[in-house]
């Protein structure tokens, strides 16, 4: 009974550890350091009351709540470009609107994205300016 018990609270994470390569520790810059809040995904907003958050840590590991599931992963950093590595996440499912923005904040975060801070904000963006995702910082 206790093998089964572990099988399925560990079933629960997905995680594609054959892709994920971390940064060193000093090459992260400090203001993209710490927890940030989506304000907008996609140009459609985000759900008021929902707290999709994005912890941006030094070691090259990133980590935080999508709104249903926690996650974790790691990210490589180029010039001004992030590059999100696969996340491992719980796999709760939540009323369909939670679970649609949950799955535009990972789909976002797939691609290479330029990075920048304007105002206590991270602005993530395609290459070409297309916004992806804007973040608050969290806790200030």
């Known amino acids: 009974m206790l093998k089964l018990a572990l099988f399925v609270s560990c079933s629960c994470v997905l995680l594609d550890a054959t892709s994920v390569s971390t940064v060193v520790a000093k090459s992260v810059p400090a203001e993209l350091v710490g927890t940030w809040l989506a304000e907008d995904i996609g ?27 926690h996650y974790t992963g790691t990210f490589n950093l180029k010039a001004n470009e992030i590059i999100f590595g696969p996340a491992g996440a719980t796999r709760k499912i939540c009323v369909p609107a939670v679970m649609d923005q949950e799955w535009k904040f990972f789909d976002a975060l797939k691609s290479g994205l330029s990075w920048r801070i304007e ?18 910082a969290h806790g200030l």
Do not use: H, W
Not at 45 to 52: E, K, M, P, S
Not at 119 to 136: F, Y
């Open 43 to 69: 140009g459609g907003g985000v759900i008021d009351d929902l707290q999709t958050t994005l912890e941006i840590n030094d070691d090259g590991t990133y980590s935080g709540f999508a709104g249903c599931n």
């Open 119 to 136: 105002d206590s904000k991270l602005m993530l963006a395609k290459p070409g300016s297309t916004s992806v995702m804007r973040l608050a």
